[in-house]
């Protein structure tokens, strides 16, 4: 791997445009799985509730089952400081657009004063959820709403034995949602700070619940509520007054920017519409336009893994591309001429190739990962399907392709802005809604879910194949 940082100094520089490519930022830059899998962790690394608390709970009133999914009530319900309260094992995660639980009233005993709703970490354990501050509750005695006060309001229905009730945070509105049976019920603002806890309470003979965490399905269509909740939010941007042909103008650039003539001339064709003038500067040709067959042909090379053109090529036509023999360009190009010898299972043309115009690089720390990983394959019988199989896959053609495309791009006399080169409009649109929504997320106390694109396209495709 080449880090962003370290590259720097390799970069790509343009003396004719005195513009500097970091290839390592692009949209493509190589991913293993294991990195992709680390980085899906990271941001999904978040303990869920999963069972009840034997530690923090009111346990003079009430005794949780072994399985540490069911509380009964064991107190004397003589006053409103008796209740059995339970609290999950952990606090509501809060990275993700909802979160939900359910109760099931086994037994609503002998006043039905069984409750469910969400806790702070210091709420005091002998009283139902609602009546202190940073609390929140639904209660069956009375179907009324308790929020950090021990006065009700008018919500919904009561709830006795056999019924299942549900209790959630809507991230996207910030607002705690209730469902009984399946149905939703109502919602309230939710106003409360900080980390909550699922909660469950029982308060008189013989009340006993049982919790669903998620481990079975729900009674609620949760999932049916979370899409419907994100269409809701994406109603309010389709809205908004757009230029009819603004779609046909994003897309027309990112295929103008890397390159892609062919699928560029059969998008005009089948949109049946003269191109778009340029919206950014005034100009009748968009500076995209800038070496377009070139691009056109030094993708397709790269693409195909005729490396040995591609250099001739750029010699030709870009020679301050390749001028620095040290350069992240120079190397990426090297690498994947590399890693075709390994493809073709040319073994010893890989390692005469390596020593001629790889051992240049190993004091070069920028390159040392990718370096590594690419000698590496030699160990294998099999590389396309070891751990580092992924450089022989087509996603890493593609990188040194947009790397390269980049590096042509940076050579245009009459660009302004060097980051043109790098991200097309789309790209620059995709990574400005990611910083929103991380944005959008801190206004709420970082609650919610943030737009990550390579998440909607893994859910994309999940969705495609079921």
């Known amino acids: 791997m080449v880090t962003n940082q370290e590259a720097e100094a390799a970069s790509v520089a343009a003396p004719g445009a005195g513009a500097t490519v970091d290839p390592m930022r692009l949209a493509s830059r190589w991913r293993s799985q294991a990195e992709w899998a680390c980085a899906a962790a990271e941001l999904e690394a978040e303990p869920a509730p999963s069972e009840l608390n034997t530690v923090n709970s009111s346990g003079l009133f009430s005794v949780v089952s072994t399985d540490k999914f069911s509380v009964k009530y064991l107190g004397s319900d003589h006053h409103g400081h008796d209740v059995g309260v339970v609290q999950a094992d952990h606090p509501a995660p809060t990275r993700r657009a909802v979160y939900y639980f359910e109760m099931s009233v086994r037994n609503a005993g002998y006043k039905g004063q069984t409750s469910i709703g969400f806790t702070n970490e210091s709420f005091k354990m002998r009283r139902q959820p609602g009546w202190e501050s940073n609390s929140c509750g639904y209660h069956g005695d009375d179907g009324q709403l308790y929020v950090d006060q021990g ?11 056999g019924d299942i009730i549900g209790a ?5 509105s910030q607002e705690f949602f209730f469902t009984k049976n399946g149905a939703q019920v ?3 603002p939710k106003e409360i700070k900080g980390p909550l806890y699922p909660t469950v309470a029982v308060h008189s003979q013989g009340e006993e619940l049982t919790v669903n965490f998620g481990k079975e399905p729900f009674c609620f269509d949760i999932e ?9 939010q994406q109603s309010v941007s389709d809205k ?16 103008l920017h890397y390159g892609y003539q062919d699928t560029l001339n059969a998008f005009d064709m089948a949109n049946a519409t003269d191109p778009p003038t340029n919206r950014q500067n005034g100009h009748a040709e968009p500076p995209e336009m800038y070496g377009l067959s070139h691009r056109k042909l030094l993708r397709q090379l790269i693409m195909s893994g005729d490396i ?33 010898y390994i493809r073709a299972e040319q073994l010893e043309d890989a390692v005469k190739y390596g020593r001629a115009n790889l051992a240049s690089f190993l004091t070069h720390k920028a390159f040392e990962g990718l370096l590594k990983d690419s ?18 896959d087509s996603p890493q053609r ?27 409009c789309l790209e620059r649109l995709l990574r400005q809604l990611t910083v929103c929504s991380f944005e959008r997320r801190a206004f709420n106390n970082d609650q919610g879910d943030a737009f990550l694109l390579h998440k909607e396209v893994q859910n994309c495709e999940r969705s495609r194949r079921s």
Request: aromatic share 14%; with cysteine; net charge negative.
């Open 398 to 424: 593609e990188f040194v392709a947009d790397a390269v495309n980049a590096a042509v791009l940076s050579t245009n006399p009459t660009m302004k802005d060097p980051e043109s080169c790098l991200y097309s």
């Open 151 to 161: 006065k009700g309001q008018a919500f919904g229905p009561k709830f006795t034995s």
């Open 186 to 188: 109502g919602s309230v």
């Open 168 to 172: 959630g945070i809507n991230y996207l």
């Open 240 to 255: 908004l007054n757009l230029d009819p042909d603004i779609s046909h103008w994003i897309v027309r650039s990112y295929l």
């Open 224 to 232: 049916g509520y979370i899409f419907e909740e994100k269409m809701r």
């Open 375 to 392: 000698v590496a394959l030699l160990a294998y019988e099999k590389p396309a399907e070891s751990c580092i199989g992924y450089l022989m």
């Open 308 to 340: 040995d053109s591609t250099f001739k090529r750029l010699g030709e036509w870009y020679p301050q591309v390749i001028k620095d023999e040290k350069s992240v360009i120079c190397f990426l190009l090297h690498s994947q001429r590399f890693i075709e």
